[in-house]
């Protein structure tokens, strides 16, 4: 089992990214300017400033070579998980619905919070118990979840809400709590707070490790 | 020499650059004739205050500097200390105060991203951003607006780049109104042999700039703003400001470690103040070499730049390498790979003169030495004042009744919770934090052979400004107060000394004492000053600031597994003090509201007695003796209490045996709350007052009471957040 993480100039969570992925499985740095996956199983997109931000979250990113690669990649069912700036790509790049604006508060936060898992059948969900609470860290100026109401309304009703902010726990005024999607194919998972930051109690919380676990599981077909 | 001559108003001109009579006398008779326009620029700012430390060097020169942990020393662009595991740890704290007072996001931005230069130039990897601030009353909007915009510009650097800012303090005080302070340290990580120095070395040897393009910013901004009193018209001031770019610095500082890391560097410098006119003559000072430049190859932002200026310019995010011929090719290629733009512009020579060229044309030749050590250090004139300097702060807390003393100084902006601020800091990135900002009294990173380093900020003014030497005692022990609290011992200290004009002997008085206090506590905490900055001129129309030094401390622990923490955790814990408790309320947060007069001296500190306590307190923190560990500080004991309860949203019950208000409120050094099981302190030389439990405080002192709902401290502790929103 081998996972990928996409490293950008202005990557900051990407070496987080990896050395939690390597709690679970093998894992190699994905060059953004090359064209090659590297044979890889599932790509993740890390946290960070990709190229610095500039013009609009991941509006950039979005036209990376090795992006070419990864939106084929998923396109084709491949496994990508988009975590804060990675989701915003994800966003940009058509791979996910709606769309990540600038936070109500206008204000960068990094705080705790806790979610809700709204969907535990999904292959980024799937090890975790049903209605399980996690806590894990947000970090960002620009989370706030928007797509059109007819839209959510859609995502609800097809369970492509992953993860919601628990009740009072919305850091950033995103519509109806939203902190996690999936592609409608289920392949593709987005999330603004930062599971590789909570795989150790030691750093505050383990529980992010679980969303890597079960990638890992989902795609070399265990059950849980 | 050169074509280009001497003009004929050098004499004026070197004044209105900020030279004084004497010192441009002294260039004409060290360089046996009269500096042109270019090497005239070049002299305003390398013998300005800000880059030569001409008031300060002699002093700096008495503190401890050397000890068994040191690798890195004074000196070079980050001092360092060794961590075990064949890890050192390099660290340095510095001003940008006067460019934050002018335009506070970009000048505090910036002022992040001249320190983490200062931590890759020596080949480590920052880790940890952490700041130091004063600003005016938050009263004051002016003050709001220089908070808000340099909390503003630390986030969106250090955030930006991927640097977790895990610690940081910050006052307000009038003083500090017209002239706030921004002071950022950061800490990196390296492999013990992998340091690097910045002398250049071996003639022949390539000068390679990479980084940003050179532009018109920040031109002057070491002469013009950081060595001269702030006066009217500092909006003029703006274009001095450099501006940031913190994805240009993430690359430049990815590049700049793979070229460590690839062994294909012989030294490493940054471009801070006065850009390549610092940069050059300081690399060839500590290689004992000459060095050639060609401005003709610099890359730059804009067309028609004048010599002069591509010398001074302080354009951001740049580096100044030297690099063997035969390594060219592959360090241009890693250049390119991280889109950082490089162009060779000089090389070093056995010359022992710095010559700048522009193509074929010499229009700059000055000897290192005269450049670098030509300088005149001068010796401060000391005078104690007749009387307080500062005028008493205003009235704001009439009551003597406990409870609203206490509500009071919880929701004073000195004591405020400050988490609305560190919110805007990514403190996660990097995974190494134990411990975040307000979890601990130290920010706790783990490293890679399994300890963990502890680091602190801190620097009370008020208490300098009333007695110099006792108040940077009590400066230092606090900070290492902070460091015993989660289990650690100092292993080095950084500094930033800001002080008003050293020109005036009250202020030379206020700068001797404080370095004189920072040596002795120093030497008895056996630590080292592995590196600092000094920032003098700080004062406006309205007089000096408070003599602030700020002393940043990095300790070790040696398992993260038992790092304390500041919250109380277990219900029916028993609460001790620790240490000789002797509070006093003069120069007091409380003393302040009730705009007293600050007091003539502080009362003695026993230091040897307060480095005992603090040995104390630090083993039976690694012994897992403590639930939590906090030190008395700004409020004294009730407002130490309250700050353990709210942390852990958990009461307490305590009882004192004084009832006096200096019991309560009063501030001292080398004293400690914590909790514990009572048969684990019953071991330990404490004293128990008390037992965690219930959702409220209570502290009965003889006939006097607190007892308040932890809502109600909370929603006073809150005070900030409300005033900034």
């Given at each position: 089992?081998?996972?990928?993480?996409?490293?950008?100039?202005?990557?900051?969570?990407?070496?987080?990214?990896?050395?939690?992925?390597?709690?679970v499985a093998d894992v190699v740095p994905l060059w953004h300017a090359d064209h090659d996956l590297q044979g890889v199983d599932a790509v993740i997109i890390p946290g960070g400033f990709s190229y610095g931000d500039y013009l609009r979250a991941g509006a950039i990113a979005r036209f990376a070579p090795i992006m070419t690669e990864v939106i084929d990649f998923a396109r084709a069912g491949g496994h990508v998980m988009g975590i804060c700036n990675g989701f915003q790509v994800c966003c940009e790049a058509g791979l996910l619905p709606g769309a990540l604006l600038t936070n109500t508060s206008l204000r960068f936060v990094c705080r705790q919070v806790s979610l809700e898992l709204v969907n535990p059948d999904t292959p980024f969900t799937r090890s975790l118990?049903?209605?399980?609470?996690?806590?894990?860290?947000?970090?960002?100026?620009?989370?706030?979840?928007?797509?059109?109401?007819?839209?959510?309304?859609?995502?609800?009703?097809?369970?492509q809400v992953v993860l919601r902010y628990a009740p009072a726990d919305n850091p950033n005024g995103s519509l109806r709590d939203i902190a996690g999607v999936m592609s409608e194919q289920g392949n593709v998972f987005g999330l603004m707070p930062h599971p590789e930051h909570a795989v150790d109690p030691l750093t505050g919380s383990s529980d992010g490790l679980g969303l890597f676990a079960s990638l890992r599981d989902a795609l070399s077909g265990s059950l849980v | 020499m050169s074509a280009k001559a001497a003009p004929p108003d050098g004499f004026q001109r070197a004044l209105d650059l900020g030279l004084k009579a004497d010192e441009y006398a002294r260039i004409v008779a060290l360089l046996e004739r009269e500096p042109n326009v270019v090497e005239l620029a070049m002299f305003s700012l390398l013998w300005s205050e800000h880059c030569s430390y001409k008031h300060s060097k002699l002093l700096l020169r008495t503190l401890p500097s050397g000890g068994p942990g040191l690798v890195m020393g004074p000196g070079e662009n980050a001092?360092?200390?060794?961590?075990?595991?064949?890890?050192?740890?390099?660290?340095?704290?510095?001003?940008?105060?006067?460019?934050?007072?002018?335009?506070?996001?970009?000048?505090?931005?910036?002022?992040?991203?001249?320190?983490?230069?200062?931590?890759?130039?020596?080949?480590?990897?920052?880790?940890?951003?952490?700041?130091?601030?004063?600003?005016?009353?938050?009263?004051?909007?002016?003050?709001?607006?220089?908070?808000?915009?340099?909390?503003?510009?630390?986030?969106?650097?250090?955030?930006?780049?991927?640097?977790?800012?895990?610690?940081?303090?910050?006052?307000?005080?009038?003083?500090?109104?017209?002239?706030?302070?921004?002071?950022?340290?950061?800490?990196?990580?390296?492999?013990?042999?992998?340091?690097?120095?910045?002398?250049?070395?071996?003639?022949?040897?390539?000068?390679?700039?990479?980084?940003?393009?050179?532009?018109?910013?920040?031109?002057?901004?070491?002469?013009?703003?950081?060595?001269?009193?702030?006066?009217?018209?500092?909006?003029?001031?703006?274009?001095?400001?450099?501006?940031?770019?913190?994805?240009?610095?993430?690359?430049?500082?990815?590049?700049?470690?793979?070229?460590?890391?690839?062994?294909?560097?012989?030294?490493?410098?940054?471009?801070?103040?006065?850009?390549?006119?610092?940069?050059?003559?300081?690399?060839?000072?500590?290689?004992?070499?000459?060095?050639?430049?060609?401005?003709?190859?610099?890359?730059?932002?804009?067309?028609?730049?004048?010599?002069?200026?591509?010398?001074?310019?302080?354009?951001?995010?740049?580096?100044?390498?030297?690099?063997?011929?035969?390594?060219?090719?592959e360090v241009l290629a890693c250049c390119l790979r991280w889109e950082t733009g490089a162009a060779v512009i000089g090389e070093v020579t056995e010359t022992k003169a710095i010559r700048i060229f522009d193509g074929d044309e010499l229009i700059g030749e000055m000897p290192v030495e005269v450049l670098v050590d030509g300088c005149p250090l001068y010796e401060l004139n000391p005078e104690r004042p007749p009387a307080d300097l500062y005028a008493p702060p205003a009235r704001t807390l009439d009551s003597t009744d406990p409870q609203s003393i206490l509500l009071s100084l919880l929701a004073s902006p000195n004591i405020a919770d400050r988490r609305y601020l560190y919110e805007q800091y990514d403190c996660v990135v990097q995974s190494r934090t134990v411990r975040r900002p307000g979890a601990a009294d130290a920010a706790v990173l783990q490293l890679p052979h399994g300890v963990a380093i502890a680091v602190a900020i801190d620097g009370n003014g008020r208490r300098v400004a009333a007695d110099p030497y006792r108040g940077t005692i009590a400066a230092v022990l606090e900070c290492a107060a902070n460091l015993a609290c989660v289990g650690a011992a100092p292993l080095?200290?950084?500094?930033?000394?800001?002080?008003?004009?050293?020109?005036?002997?009250?202020?030379?008085?206020?700068?001797?004492?404080?370095?004189?206090?920072?040596?002795?506590?120093?030497?008895?905490?056996?630590?080292?000053?592995?590196?600092?900055?000094?920032?003098?001129?700080?004062?406006?129309?309205?007089?000096?600031?408070?003599?602030?030094?700020?002393?940043?401390?990095?300790?070790?622990?040696?398992?993260?597994?038992?790092?304390?923490?500041?919250?109380?955790?277990?219900?029916?814990?028993?609460?001790?003090?620790?240490?000789?408790?002797?509070?006093?309320?003069?120069?007091?947060?409380?003393?302040?509201?009730?705009?007293?007069?600050?007091?003539?001296?502080?009362?003695?500190?026993?230091?040897?007695?307060?480095?005992?306590?603090?040995?104390?307190?630090?083993e039976a923190v690694r012994a897992g003796v403590f639930s939590s560990a906090h030190d008395i500080a700004e409020g004294g004991l009730a407002v130490a209490l309250a700050e353990c309860a709210l942390a852990g949203d958990l009461g307490a019950d305590v009882e004192l045996e004084d009832v006096s208000e200096d019991r309560l409120f009063g501030e001292t050094v080398g004293s400690f709350v914590v909790s514990g099981a009572l048969a684990a302190l019953a071991g330990l030389d404490c004293t128990i007052i008390g037992t965690v439990g219930g959702a409220r405080l209570r502290i009965s002192a003889g006939s006097s009471r607190i007892d308040l709902a932890l809502e109600r401290l909370r929603e006073a502790h809150a005070a900030l957040a409300a005033l900034l929103d």
């Open positions: 089992m081998k996972f990928g993480v996409v490293v950008f100039p202005g990557s900051c969570d990407d070496v987080d990214a990896q050395l939690a992925c390597a709690r118990a049903p209605g399980a609470r996690l806590s894990i860290p947000v970090k960002h100026t620009t989370g706030r979840y928007y797509a059109p109401a007819a839209d959510l309304d859609r995502l609800e009703a097809q369970g | 001092g360092a200390v060794d961590v075990g595991g064949g890890w050192a740890v390099a660290f340095k704290v510095e001003s940008h105060n006067h460019p934050s007072a002018v335009e506070p996001f970009q000048g505090a931005a910036t002022g992040v991203g001249g320190i983490l230069r200062d931590i890759f130039a020596v080949g480590a990897r920052p880790i940890a951003v952490l700041d130091s601030l004063r600003f005016g009353e938050p009263s004051s909007e002016r003050s709001r607006y220089l908070l808000d915009r340099a909390v503003g510009g630390i986030g969106h650097y250090g955030n930006s780049i991927g640097v977790p800012t895990i610690g940081g303090e910050v006052y307000f005080e009038g003083p500090y109104e017209q002239n706030c302070l921004v002071n950022a340290m950061c800490v990196g990580l390296v492999r013990s042999e992998r340091l690097i120095r910045s002398a250049a070395a071996g003639p022949g040897n390539l000068l390679v700039l990479f980084g940003a393009a050179t532009g018109r910013d920040g031109i002057g901004g070491a002469s013009v703003l950081a060595s001269a009193e702030l006066g009217e018209g500092g909006a003029d001031k703006r274009p001095s400001v450099q501006i940031g770019d913190p994805f240009a610095e993430k690359k430049l500082m990815e590049c700049s470690l793979e070229l460590r890391e690839r062994d294909l560097l012989v030294a490493l410098q940054d471009l801070g103040a006065a850009g390549l006119t610092s940069a050059v003559p300081e690399m060839a000072s500590k290689g004992d070499v000459g060095i050639d430049i060609d401005i003709a190859h610099v890359p730059r932002r804009e067309a028609e730049m004048e010599p002069f200026e591509i010398m001074v310019s302080e354009s951001q995010e740049r580096m100044l390498a030297v690099v063997e011929p035969s390594r060219l090719d080095g200290l950084t500094n930033c000394l800001n002080f008003a004009n050293p020109e005036k002997a009250h202020i030379a008085w206020q700068l001797t004492e404080s370095v004189r206090a920072l040596g002795d506590a120093c030497r008895a905490l056996e630590i080292p000053v592995v590196g600092g900055n000094v920032s003098l001129y700080n004062e406006g129309g309205e007089g000096p600031i408070y003599p602030t030094p700020v002393v940043g401390l990095v300790g070790q622990l040696p398992d993260p597994a038992f790092a304390g923490q500041t919250a109380f955790a277990c219900e029916g814990d028993a609460i001790a003090l620790v240490g000789t408790f002797r509070p006093a309320l003069p120069a007091s947060e409380l003393a302040k509201l009730r705009g007293e007069r600050l007091p003539g001296s502080l009362p003695e500190i026993d230091i040897a007695g307060v480095a005992a306590t603090h040995a104390i307190v630090r």
